[in-house]
């Protein structure tokens, strides 16, 4: 069988839509399935096997991504169509109407993943634009696009009821993007801290993801003050980048953490990520806006125990309680939490004991499975009959 993804953005650009393409891709031809990509070219990138670039420009205020030609993208996408049996379309912007478009003209199924909640996250970027106007018109636009599809994924339960909510008809499947067990289970910690001059006592808290508004990082500061009150050496790594980094240095300065707060940048998934997860004593993370928390589960596959606000799409990861806490949506509560367990770690080393087998039980290799039963069945025009809502692992 032979797929073709269509995104408005892929690697180089880091973001967890990348990453969902990349680990679907690699694991999903031990299943039959061979995956093809159009994807945006964001510069010099070398030619890779299975994978088409369309030139863009850059997205003006956003140096990271990239905005493809129009026609270039539904001629790319419509040539590299022909010979599929299935298009899923990764993110709703050209990329969406050029998948649709090629679906259509050549009679096949087109299936997208809803990885992003919009209505969450279009008000940090549109502050002077009234926030019930821009939920208002995202959740249309979402609803719209939806139902124009055989079949829309989601990952996680709580993104298929806010779905529903919205009007959406179209069949939705709940399928969260797996992990690589063996990856994040090699780091090496010590190499880390030597590299970034951590001593090897300090305890260390950690954050990775895009340094965005909506990942809600100034909530993990405020709480890191209350933290140090119980553990005074307390270090938060924030490793990522992103267009919220200059108002978190600003108030990481401005409440006095110049000395508690490390922002490292991206780090490269195969070696230095792996490494900064077995650095760590704890994963933290407070956004409110996931469709998944896919990094939780990474930090868990390191045997980093987690603690987390069960919002949205950590919630399906949170609520069995497994490998991780989740404090009350106040940071005052949860930097104590924070505090307490940095200060006294054998007190929760259960967390750390569970959290390598509950990740294996959302491995990249079951996703992969469950995705490619999907793709065949929509491909015979089965669709709704596979992966109900309780198939969240």
Known sequence: MRVLMVSDVYFPRVNGVSTSIETFRRTLSAQGVEVRLVVPR????ADEPGII???GR???GDREDRLVGWRAMHKAVLGAAKDCDLIHVQTPF???YAGLKAGRALNLPVVATYHTLFEEYLQHYARLVPANWLRGQARAFSRRQCNQLDAVIVPSTAMRQRLDAYGVSSPMHVLPTGIPMAQFAAGNGPRFRQQFGIDEKRPVALFVGRVAHEKNIGFLLQALVQARQVRPDSLLVIAGEGPAMADLKAQTAALGLLDAVLFIGYLDRQQALPDCYAAADVFVFASRTETQGLV??????AGLPVIALSE????????PGRGAFSPPNDARAFGEVLGQFLKHPEAWQHLADEAPGYAREWSDVAMAERLARLYRDLAHNQIGQV???TSVA
Do not use: K, N, W
């Open 312 to 319: 949205m799409g950590t919630t399906d990861i949170l609520s």
């Open 296 to 301: 939780l589960l990474e930090a868990m596959a």
């Open 94 to 96: 050209i990329a969406h």
């Open 58 to 60: 850059p997205v003006p």
């Open 53 to 55: 670039r369309v030139a």
């Open 387 to 389: 992966l109900p809502q």
């Open 42 to 45: 964001y510069g010099d990138e």
